[in-house]
Antibody, heavy 122, light 108 residues
Framework: QVQLQQSGPGLVQPSQTLSLTCAIS??????????WNWIRQSPSRGLEWLGR?????????DYGASVRSRIAINPDTSKNQFSLHLSSVSPEDTAVYYC????????????WGQGILVTVSS | EIVMTQSPATLSVSPGEGATLSCRAS??????LAWYQQKPGQPPRLLIY???TRATGIPARFSGSGSGTEFTLTISSLQSEDFAVYYC??????????FGQGTKLEIK
């Protein structure tokens, strides 16, 4: 059974960088048939896909248009986890952040982390 | 961009009764449609993919149907744990961020 365990701060100051980690058990961040995603949820935006990292002989990353200029998603093979870094945050980035997996079966998300509410406020 | 529209926004049903939730896509997604259930304070939980295939461990009272632009999630004989918000998501086109706005299933 795949489990995703999220960690990171729940409060970030405006203009700073939001950083979260998702630790994977029951699968590998280097899997050739999975991709590792970050999704956020807020009342104003609903469920919003932020980006992914995946390995297919080499590492790839893709990001959503709304955050592309300030996001990075990085794998950590030594710890079997991946991270989200979102820079220059504003109150509009306040949301519950989830990590999630999809596999070669399709771009639907079969396993999710527990979610972390991140508030951007001074 | 494919827009997913769910109806109704809120559905009030008594325990033991059945419920039918609808999801419409602005253009055809074939059967690349997933349904999720979300309870307060929890992440979404995958129920259905491929429009009609139940995910592992999902009870048989949950069923999905449809193709193209019209989809339905049917829950027969509602249990107390089924009252939640339900989302549909199309995954025919990239990126995978086409979620519906949700249907809240509440106890009548």
């Amino acid at each position: 059974q795949v489990q995703l365990q999220q960690s990171g701060p729940g409060l970030v100051q405006p203009s700073q960088t939001l950083s979260l980690t998702c630790a994977i058990s029951g699968d590998s961040v280097s899997s050739n048939s999975a991709a590792w995603n970050w999704i956020r949820q807020s009342p104003s935006r609903g469920l919003e896909w932020l980006g992914r990292t995946y390995y297919r002989s080499k590492w790839y990353g893709d990001y959503g248009a709304s955050v592309r200029s300030r996001i990075a998603i990085n794998p950590d093979t030594s710890k079997n986890q991946f991270s989200l870094h979102l820079s220059s945050v504003s109150p509009e980035d306040t949301a519950v952040y989830y990590c999630a997996r999809y596999t070669s079966s399709g771009w639907f998300f079969d396993f999710w982390g527990q979610g972390i509410l991140v508030t951007v406020s001074s | 961009e494919i827009v997913m529209t769910q109806s109704p926004a809120t559905l009030s049903v008594s325990p033991g009764e059945g419920a039918t939730l609808s999801c419409r896509a602005s253009q055809s997604v074939n059967t690349n449609l997933a349904w999720y259930q979300q309870k307060p304070g929890q992440p979404p939980r995958l129920l259905i993919y491929g429009a009609s295939t139940r995910a592992t461990g999902i009870p048989a009272r949950f069923s999905g149907s449809g193709s193209g632009t019209e989809f339905t999630l049917t829950i027969s004989s509602l249990q107390s744990e089924d009252f939640a918000v339900y989302y549909c998501q199309q995954y025919k086109t990239w990126p995978p961020d086409s979620f519906g706005q949700g249907t809240k299933l509440e106890i009548k």
